[in-house]
């Protein structure tokens, strides 16, 4: 399940923010599947990327069905958005990695931060499937994320701000929201 989340939020560096969004209130919403999850007031919903992830996840997985998820964006700052998901999910703070300064428990709400370049070239097999033609190019650059467990009635939820954007061949400066279990 950790290897989905992880490509889905590979691939949401990859597609980024497409025409055709739609502006969502910041109140729990139904997604498909009764996917109940908390959108960031503000955000935009993603339904292109929201789609080419779910063909990217039948591309891992062929023989089972796609999971229920969701892709938002916001200008918001990554600490705004991942303290309101860290607060919301009754988490209080974001710890600032996944050590929780060398706690032994994995903290649920923690920072990470990534390469886009690193990023885009382990997925290449699957875009390549996807038949998605990007230049990889301009897939530079360093990004800082946030990592939140998922609870009970909610998703995980993966944040990361910029992200690479494999529709435009370009870094896209605003926060991603990706929503998946």
């Known amino acids: ?17 497409v025409a055709g969004c739609k502006s969502e209130r910041g109140t729990p919403q139904a997604g498909p599947q009764g996917f109940a999850f908390l959108v960031y007031p503000g955000s935009q919903y993603l339904a292109q990327l929201t789609e080419l992830d779910k063909r990217a996840a039948a591309v891992v997985k062929p023989n089972q069905p796609p999971p229920p998820l969701a892709i938002y964006d916001s200008d918001a700052p990554l600490d705004k958005v991942a303290a309101y998901y860290a607060q919301a999910y009754g988490y209080g703070t974001v710890a600032p990695d996944a050590t ?39 897939a530079v650059g360093k990004y800082r994320a946030a990592e939140i467990e998922e609870t009970l009635n909610r998703p995980r939820v993966t944040l ?7 529709i435009k061949s370009q870094v ?10």
């Open 172 to 181: 896209v400066d605003r926060t991603i929201i990706v929503m998946a279990p």
């Open 100 to 138: 929780n300064n060398l706690s032994a428990a994995k903290p649920p709400a923690y920072y990470r931060v990534g390469d886009l370049t690193a990023d885009f070239n382990r997925f290449q097999p699957i875009m390549q499937k996807l038949n998605l033609k990007v230049d990889a190019s301009k």
């Open 1 to 17: 399940m950790r290897r989905l989340s992880s490509v889905l939020g590979v691939l949401l560096l990859l597609a980024g923010a």
């Open 160 to 166: 990361q701000r910029p992200y690479f954007d494999v």
